[in-house]
């Protein structure tokens, strides 16, 4: 249940709707007597035509990006004939002439093109070469505006990124024509773990302090200090940058000294957010400190919240309709402007919503705080609106990002935001130029603002944050299995070849009359699902991905805490494979023969039985998340978050052959024989994930299963053996042994009564086992290299951050780890690349699974013959 506000907002006056409408068309017939920028008013052009957007940021992205002429050339002769009518002739016509001959000539051709498409979105950013920036912020200043600067630059993938942007933030404070910046915590700090809160917190705040502390200090040339405003981009860091803003001022050298906050109001947390600022605020005025600054946004990371909810399976962070984040705004805005909290908080209200700005700019006019307000608009975005407003309300603050001119790629991200909100009918930018000549779009956007007042004032507009597990609860779920828990359903009515030959059932229904595993029909086999795309099915009958743990939330870092502190000590798993250590041949025969006995047993179960064990054997694994996290570290070394992610693949194992095992007594005209016995020998390197998929799969079939574990990962298997036993899987079914991999290995191996043995392993164990028993039915996924191909086109900075997250996960200890990376053509010149990719890799942070910033933690053992002989010996020109 989400939580609401305490009370809707205090009611304004009735007629400050209206009053605020009359002020917005007042504003918009102002704005028409300015001249237009000719850039932006291009740049609006080209966005209505329906090709326009498409046009815009595959140039932005595909041609002003890559470092290679020809990949460049490529995305040019691709998207110019999508070129907007729009466009002055010369420039459509370089461009479509520029297409048809950059393949062949990209050298003259690209550089043109860029040239041409930098003048078009040159009004959006600024240069910030010294000799440059001067001239500008003089003539941005020269119509009465105040600037807020923002540094953007590389992406940052390690420390030495991350300290050079620090200095440029820090140069532009020193400035005496700069008196406001942005900075991102983000930018100036690299490979931050949402794990590792505290210390995080910590570093940063250790960062920025001197940044404050400069301007805090202020400049004899211009008598005053320099604003810092903390800006946000991502969900994760609501959070972490509160903490951090707090922190700093809490420095008692910094007591005096105002400062800023931004704060997202799609978000459903900013309005508890806006609470406890203003409340840690108020008691900073009380104790003799200054005001802080709040700016208010609406937000503007959808796409990439969408992303990340949609890969991690989490609930979108943000409100789902645009209509709740206005209204949303609204509502900070009654709260924010409340005299008793603009003794404390001056408020930015930020954003090119004319309505908006009128409401908020009357409403803080009746509470008689206007000296405690100020309005911030984006640089280049509807000037005309910025320099009517501007003569009502006195100065607006400019949003101006500044970048170097040879990493003007850098702000593509910026610029695509900008484009598409320049683009998107349900933004107010895209109407913002012809408000003025076109009745309907100022009576739409007119409506929209009625229609967020209104739902401002309904209660049932949900506040507090989307997000709410909480691994903690998970641990006491119950993972015992239901009898009976599904039956077959009836066949569909249409299911295409492939049921027509299978006789697949296309949902799994209960008896309850409810449809199981996210309750989605389906009509394929477990491998393949048309579903597949929608981030909710994933190639079989109902089967849904576990969600991650979401560390964002303060609930989930506590409990990984309390996960951490037991891993030193831990003992888990120890009494279980104590008993399960065999060491004579005639007890490892016992045990064989006593699976094999039980073994049809499990397997004459119906699939719906052994479907829904294995349904519990996925509450029972979720359920001890913690505890197989805790052993995983404290046995073989896997950091938290590596950890975490294999114990949901774990579950997802017992889930999806739950769904698949149910198919096979649906083979019309067949019946299914399983294997009685099968030997799952499972590697040490995932020492929960692999295991548990071996033994459920076999479970599934209707096998029975003898489950040897790696010797460096015992007691992991232990857990996972725990945990399936726990949710109802006989033990005479499965049973853990723990021998040599000696003599008694190669008993159990060869034995007769063993039907199949499933290994992970090396290539020469795989050869072992099949000299020892030359008909053994052996399954074996052996070793191999995984290579990355990184072609010029590529993103430069992703490419090397993903290069370095593959070769370095668990240590580089999976064959899965990126062994090899082959950089197609400019890219093994590129200087960026390899800049990149050893800034990424020398920031690493190395050290034990217990510390929560460790991202690598230690090799499994001492390294010895050809391990040994790769990290110490380097061949002719490595």
């Given at each position: 249940?989400?939580?609401t506000?305490?009370?809707?907002?205090s009611?304004?006056?009735?007629?400050?709707?209206?009053?605020a409408?009359?002020?917005?068309?007042?504003?918009?017939?102002?704005?028409?007597?300015?001249?237009?920028?000719?850039s932006?008013?291009r740049l609006?052009?080209v966005?209505?035509?329906?090709?326009?957007?498409?046009?815009?940021?595959?140039f932005?992205?595909?041609v002003?990006?890559?470092?290679s002429?020809t990949?460049?050339?490529?995305?040019?002769?691709?998207?110019?004939?999508?070129?907007?009518?729009?466009?002055?002739?010369?420039?459509?016509g370089?461009?479509?002439?520029?297409?048809?001959v950059?393949?062949?000539?990209?050298?003259?051709?690209?550089?043109?093109?860029?040239?041409a498409?930098?003048?078009?979105?040159?009004?959006?950013?600024?240069?910030?070469?010294?000799?440059?920036?001067?001239p500008?912020?003089?003539?941005?200043?020269?119509?009465?505006?105040k600037?807020?600067?923002?540094l953007?630059?590389?992406?940052?993938l390690?420390?030495?990124?991350?300290?050079?942007?620090?200095e440029?933030?820090?140069?532009?404070?020193?400035?005496p024509?700069?008196?406001?910046?942005?900075?991102?915590?983000?930018?100036?700090?690299?490979?931050?773990?949402?794990?590792?809160?505290d210390e995080?917190?910590?570093?940063?705040?250790?960062?920025?302090?001197?940044?404050?502390l400069?301007?805090?200090?202020?400049?004899?040339?211009?008598?005053?200090?320099?604003?810092?405003?903390?800006?946000?981009e991502?969900?994760?860091?609501?959070?972490?940058?509160?903490?951090?803003f707090?922190?700093?001022?809490e420095?008692?050298?910094?007591?005096?000294?105002?400062?800023?906050?931004?704060?997202?109001?799609?978000?459903?947390?900013?309005?508890p957010?806006?609470r406890e600022?203003?409340?840690?605020?108020?008691?900073r005025?009380?104790?003799?400190?200054?005001?802080?600054?709040i700016?208010?946004?609406?937000?503007?990371?959808?796409?990439?919240?969408?992303?990340d909810?949609?890969m991690h399976?989490?609930?979108?962070?943000?409100?789902?309709?645009?209509?709740?984040?206005?209204?949303?705004?609204?509502?900070?805005?009654?709260?924010?402007?409340?005299?008793k909290n603009?003794?404390?908080?001056?408020?930015?209200?930020?954003?090119?919503?004319?309505?908006?700005i009128a409401?908020?700019?009357?409403l803080?006019?009746?509470?008689?705080?206007?000296?405690?307000?100020?309005?911030?608009?984006?640089?280049?975005?509807?000037?005309?609106?910025?320099?009517?407003?501007?003569r009502?309300v006195?100065?607006?603050?400019l949003y101006?990002?500044?970048?170097?001119?040879?990493?003007?790629?850098?702000?593509i991200s910026?610029?695509v935001?900008?484009?598409?909100?320049?683009?998107?009918?349900?933004?107010f930018?895209?109407?913002?130029?012809?408000?003025?000549?076109?009745?309907?779009?100022?009576e739409?956007?007119r409506?929209?603002?009625?229609?967020?007042l209104?739902?401002?004032?309904?209660?049932?507009?949900?506040?507090?944050?989307?997000?709410r597990q909480?691994?903690?609860?998970?641990?006491?779920?119950?993972?015992?299995?239901?009898?009976?828990?599904?039956?077959?359903?009836p066949?569909p009515?249409?299911g295409?070849l492939?049921?027509a030959?299978?006789?697949?059932?296309?949902?799994?229904?209960s008896?309850?009359?409810?449809?199981?595993?996210?309750?989605?029909?389906?009509?394929?086999?477990?491998?393949?699902?048309?579903?597949?795309?929608?981030?909710?099915?994933?190639?079989?009958?109902?089967?849904?991905?576990?969600r991650?743990?979401?560390?964002?939330?303060?609930?989930?870092?506590?409990?990984?805490?309390?996960?951490?502190?037991?891993?030193?000590?831990?003992?888990?798993?120890?009494?279980?494979?104590?008993?399960?250590?065999?060491t004579?041949?005639?007890?490892?025969?016992?045990?064989i023969?006593?699976?094999?006995?039980?073994?049809?047993?499990?397997g004459?179960?119906?699939?719906?039985?052994?479907?829904?064990?294995?349904?519990?054997?996925?509450?029972?694994?979720?359920?001890?998340?913690g505890?197989?996290?805790?052993?995983?570290?404290?046995?073989?070394?896997?950091?938290?978050?590596?950890a975490?992610v294999?114990?949901s693949?774990?579950?997802?194992?017992?889930?999806?052959?739950?769904?698949t095992?149910?198919?096979?007594?649906?083979?019309?005209?067949?019946?299914?024989v399983?294997?009685?016995?099968?030997?799952?020998?499972?590697?040490?390197?995932f020492?929960?994930?692999?295991?548990?998929?071996?033994v459920?799969?076999?479970?599934?079939?209707?096998?029975?299963?003898?489950?040897?574990p790696a010797?460096?990962?015992?007691?992991c298997?232990?857990?996972?053996?725990?945990?399936?036993?726990?949710?109802?899987?006989?033990r005479?079914?499965?049973?853990?042994?723990?021998?040599?991999?000696g003599?008694?290995g190669?008993?159990l191996?060869?034995?007769?009564?063993?039907?199949?043995?499933?290994?992970?392993?090396?290539?020469?164990?795989?050869?072992?086992?099949?000299?020892?028993?030359?008909?053994?039915?052996?399954?074996?996924?052996?070793?191999?290299?995984?290579?990355?191909?990184?072609?010029?086109?590529?993103?430069?900075?992703?490419?090397?951050?993903?290069?370095i997250?593959s070769?370095?996960?668990?240590?580089?200890?999976?064959?899965?780890a990126?062994?090899?990376?082959?950089l197609?053509?400019?890219?093994?010149?590129s200087?960026r690349?390899?800049?990149?990719?050893?800034?990424?890799?020398?920031?690493?942070?190395?050290?034990?699974?217990?510390?929560?910033?460790?991202?690598?933690?230690?090799?499994?053992?001492?390294?010895?013959?050809?391990?040994?002989?790769a990290?110490t010996?380097?061949?002719?020109?490595?």
């Amino acid at each position: 249940m989400q939580e609401t506000p305490d009370t809707a907002p205090s009611a304004p006056s009735g007629d400050l709707a209206p009053r605020a409408i009359d002020l917005a068309a007042r504003w918009v017939a102002e704005a028409a007597e300015f001249p237009a920028d000719a850039s932006a008013q291009r740049l609006a052009g080209v966005l209505k035509d329906p090709n326009g957007l498409s046009f815009t940021i595959g140039f932005v992205d595909g041609v002003m990006r890559p470092e290679s002429l020809t990949a460049a050339a490529s995305t040019l002769s691709r998207i110019a004939p999508l070129a907007p009518e729009f466009l002055p002739w010369y420039l459509r016509g370089a461009v479509k002439v520029g297409g048809a001959v950059a393949p062949v000539l990209p050298s003259p051709v690209v550089p043109i093109a860029r040239r041409a498409l930098r003048e078009m979105v040159s009004h959006l950013v600024v240069d910030a070469r010294p000799d440059k920036l001067g001239p500008a912020i003089a003539a941005l200043r020269e119509g009465g505006a105040k600037l807020n600067l923002n540094l953007l630059g590389e992406a940052v993938l390690g420390e030495r990124e991350a300290l050079r942007r620090l200095e440029g933030i820090h140069d532009l404070i020193r400035r005496p024509d700069v008196d406001y910046v942005s900075v991102k915590v983000s930018a100036i700090a690299s490979h931050i773990s949402m794990w590792a809160f505290d210390e995080i917190v910590d570093a940063v705040v250790e960062r920025l302090t001197p940044l404050y502390l400069t301007a805090a200090a202020g400049l004899p040339e211009n008598g005053g200090r320099t604003f810092i405003n903390l800006d946000m981009e991502e969900y994760r860091d609501l959070d972490l940058t509160i903490a951090v803003f707090t922190r700093i001022l809490e420095d008692e050298r910094l007591r005096d000294l105002e400062a800023g906050i931004v704060l997202q109001a799609y978000l459903p947390d900013a309005l508890p957010a806006l609470r406890e600022l203003t409340a840690w605020a108020r008691q900073r005025v009380a104790d003799g400190g200054a005001r802080i600054k709040i700016r208010l946004v609406k937000g503007a990371n959808l796409a990439m919240e969408r992303v990340d909810a949609i890969m991690h399976d989490w609930s979108l962070a943000t409100y789902d309709r645009k209509v709740d984040a206005d209204a949303n705004y609204l509502r900070c805005l009654d709260e924010a402007l409340q005299p008793k909290n603009t003794d404390a908080v001056r408020l930015g209200v930020a954003g090119h919503n004319l309505f908006d700005i009128a409401y908020a700019w009357l409403l803080a006019g009746e509470r008689g705080v206007r000296e405690d307000i100020e309005i911030e608009m984006l640089l280049g975005m509807a000037q005309g609106q910025v320099a009517a407003i501007s003569r009502e309300v006195g100065h607006v603050l400019l949003y101006v990002p500044v970048v170097h001119p040879q990493e003007f790629d850098v702000a593509i991200s910026y610029l695509v935001r900008r484009l598409e909100e320049n683009a998107s009918s349900e933004n107010f930018l895209s109407a913002a130029f012809d408000l003025a000549d076109d009745p309907a779009l100022f009576e739409r956007e007119r409506d929209r603002f009625v229609a967020s007042l209104e739902r401002a004032a309904d209660p049932g507009l949900p506040t507090g944050p989307n997000r709410r597990q909480n691994r903690a609860d998970e641990q006491d779920a119950d993972g015992a299995a239901e009898p009976r828990i599904l039956r077959d359903s009836p066949p569909p009515r249409a299911g295409g070849l492939t049921q027509a030959v299978l006789g697949i059932a296309s949902s799994a229904a209960s008896d309850d009359g409810i449809a199981r595993f996210g309750g989605v029909e389906y009509v394929e086999t477990a491998i393949y699902s048309a579903t597949e795309s929608d981030g909710v099915a994933a190639g079989a009958p109902g089967f849904r991905n576990a969600r991650d743990t979401d560390p964002a939330l303060p609930a989930n870092r506590e409990w990984a805490r309390q996960v951490l502190e037991r891993m030193p000590v831990s003992t888990a798993g120890d009494d279980t494979i104590e008993a399960s250590r065999v060491t004579d041949a005639e007890r490892l025969e016992k045990i064989i023969a006593g699976v094999r006995d039980a073994a049809p047993r499990w397997g004459a179960m119906p699939a719906a039985d052994r479907s829904a064990v294995l349904q519990a054997a996925a509450r029972a694994l979720g359920a001890r998340r913690g505890e197989l996290i805790e052993v995983a570290g404290s046995e073989t070394g896997k950091v938290f978050a590596e950890a975490d992610v294999e114990v949901s693949e774990a579950v997802d194992f017992a889930n999806y052959y739950a769904a698949t095992a149910r198919e096979l007594d649906r083979v019309s005209g067949a019946v299914f024989v399983p294997a009685r016995v099968t030997v799952v020998t499972p590697p040490w390197n995932f020492p929960i994930a692999i295991p548990a998929g071996g033994v459920l799969a076999a479970l599934a079939a209707g096998s029975g299963v003898i489950f040897k574990p790696a010797p460096q990962a015992r007691r992991c298997a232990a857990v996972v053996a725990e945990a399936l036993w726990s949710a109802g899987v006989p033990r005479d079914v499965l049973a853990l042994v723990d021998i040599d991999e000696g003599g008694l290995g190669q008993q159990l191996v060869s034995h007769p009564d063993v039907d199949r043995v499933i290994l992970t392993g090396s290539f020469e164990t795989a050869s072992l086992f099949r000299s020892w028993r030359p008909d053994l039915p052996l399954l074996a996924e052996t070793s191999g290299k995984n290579a990355m191909v990184i072609m010029p086109s590529a993103d430069l900075d992703l490419a090397a951050s993903d290069l370095i997250k593959s070769a370095f996960g668990h240590a580089g200890q999976k064959c899965s780890a990126a062994s090899l990376a082959i950089l197609v053509g400019p890219v093994g010149r590129s200087e960026r690349f390899a800049r990149q990719l050893v800034d990424a890799a020398t920031s690493l942070r190395v050290g034990p699974p217990t510390d929560p910033r460790s991202e690598m933690g230690p090799v499994i053992e001492p390294p010895r013959g050809k391990l040994q002989w790769a990290l110490t010996t380097l061949d002719e020109g490595e």
